[in-house]
């Protein structure tokens, strides 16, 4: 059963940074790419950053010049590295990962983590 897992969310100051981690395990087919998306309170789940299996990165122009995805293929991980946090970066951050297998496409879900930003 694939599962992809979320880490190093949490409480920081406005202007302050922190980093996520994510690790992708018993993924079906080969891995595509992985992202990060996030949801606050009453809103819907947006994208914030993906990275292709080989490098190409996509954001969102929030996190733009502010965050900075990266991937470890050999360990299937990604990084999300958040700078000049901001108090509307508050959201629950997701992890995302796209497999395939011949014909079968695959997504997982991580369960999120919680960052909190305060003014």
């Known amino acids: 059963q694939g599962q992809v897992v979320e880490s190093g969310g949490g409480l920081v100051q406005a202007g302050g940074s922190l980093r996520l981690s994510c690790a992708a395990s018993?993924?079906?087919?080969?891995?595509?790419?992985m992202g990060w998306y996030r949801q606050a309170p009453g809103k819907q789940r947006e994208l914030v950053a993906t990275?292709?299996?080989?490098?190409?990165?996509n954001y969102a122009d929030s996190a733009k010049g502010r965050f900075t995805i990266s991937n470890d293929n050999a360990k299937n991980m990604i990084y999300l590295q958040m700078n000049s946090l901001k108090p509307e970066d508050t959201a629950v951050y997701y992890c995302?990962?796209?497999?395939?297998?011949?014909?079968?496409?695959?997504?997982?879900w991580g369960q999120g983590t919680q960052v909190t930003v305060s003014s």
């Open positions: 995302n990962a796209e497999s395939r297998y011949g014909a079968n496409g695959y997504n997982y």
């Open positions: 018993g993924i079906i087919g080969r891995l595509n790419a």
């Open positions: 990275i292709t299996s080989d490098g190409r990165t």
